[in-house]
């Protein structure tokens, strides 16, 4: 693949990344997400205040956010992976997501608890989106 037919995606709607890395990478017909964590895009503050159901729904603003920038909606994600710092957070997070993908086709999805998170993050979701 050359640098033509790949290309990154960035919005001012969705955080800017903490990292030497795009907010999305378009390749093809398919749209790589970065993680994304409950950063505000305004401010680049922390948003929850310990609450993993109000981080997972900051979260899912800016995996649209950067969604909306390709021309791509919440439809179109194929798959995402979760990592959650304490898995006995699942089911809350589950609620919300399930909320936002709501009467859709469920992506295929792995969930991962992992030791931590950028930021202090306690929930961080990425995702692959396929151009219709």
Do not use: H, W
Not at 12 to 31: E, M, R, T
Not at 93 to 100: L, R
Not at 102 to 127: H, M, T, Y
């Amino acid at each position: 693949m050359n640098s033509s037919t790949k290309r990154a995606i960035e919005t001012k709607f969705a955080p800017s990344p903490v990292g030497p890395y795009s907010q999305a990478v378009l390749a093809g017909n398919l749209l790589f997400c970065s993680g994304q964590i409950a950063l505000s895009p305004s401010t680049g503050a922390m948003v929850g205040n310990g609450s993993v159901e109000e981080e997972t729904v900051q979260v899912l603003k800016n995996l649209k956010a950067v969604l909306n920038k390709a021309l791509l909606k919440e439809s179109d994600v194929i798959k995402t992976t979760i990592y959650l710092v304490d898995l006995k957070d699942f089911e809350k997070v589950n609620k919300v997501y399930e909320e936002f993908f709501n009467g859709q086709i469920s992506p295929a999805r792995a969930c991962i608890e992992v030791s931590g998170l950028p930021k202090g993050a306690l929930v961080e979701i990425d995702c692959v989106a396929l151009l219709s």
